[in-house]
């Protein structure tokens, strides 16, 4: 009995260590894979949003990495339009930048594919909605902002924005409605609009 007990106990002293190590292996190659596809994912999106001619395969390559290492995945049309070349990923960073440059129209289309590519966003509805407002199409940037709201309850930026397009049609009430909401939420420039617009 005594020696099944000093075995067991050696045993024991050889067996933690190794599991332990061994854990500690897997956790670290799993973190590696992590960072690597990481990686992987950043170069797929240079590539998909070069404006620079892309070799064919390397497109195709990109497209599959890409959507098989994201949570939203892109619909079928935009697959076949980006790995066939007809279509390049669009940027925020662009979109932003076209923005500021006062071209509205190519902004609008760089937010329209990013929608298209990622219809459960709220972010890309959220700066689509200004394109629209700067081009004072409000009742397009309403419809943006109801889908931000639906998809982000807690948007405050969403509501202020739609109630300054409320005030700018004139529908106090639904503009003072919405400051209300943003400010419950934290919005100190609702907050503002509140006392100023909806005394």
Not at 64 to 84: E, P, Q, W
Not at 174 to 196: I, P, R, V, Y
Request: aromatic share 8%.
């Amino acid at each position: 009995m005594e020696k099944i007990e000093r075995l067991s106990k050696i045993l024991s002293a050889i067996a933690i260590p190794t599991i332990i190590a061994w854990l500690g292996w897997n956790i670290q190659e799993k973190i590696s894979d992590k960072n690597l596809n990481r990686d992987y994912v950043k170069i797929a999106i240079d590539i998909l949003t070069s404006e620079n001619d892309i070799d064919n395969s390397l497109r195709i390559w990109a497209v599959d990495l890409l959507n098989d290492n994201t949570t939203t995945k892109m619909n079928l049309d935009a697959i076949k339009k980006l790995k066939s070349g007809k279509i390049r990923l669009p940027s925020s960073e662009n979109a932003y930048q076209l923005i500021q440059e006062n071209k509205l129209e190519e902004s609008l289309k760089e937010w329209t594919t990013l929608i298209e590519n990622q219809p459960s966003d709220y972010f890309n509805y959220f700066h689509r909605s200004t394109v629209y407002r700067k081009m004072k199409k409000f009742d397009l940037a309403i419809k943006d902002l109801d889908k931000v709201i639906a998809l982000s309850r807690t948007h405050s930026n969403a509501f202020n924005n739609r109630g300054m397009i409320f005030l700018e049609l004139k529908d106090n009430k639904q503009a003072c409605s919405d400051f209300e909401k943003a400010a419950e939420l934290g919005n100190k420039t609702a907050e503002m609009n509140l006392k100023k617009y909806c005394k």
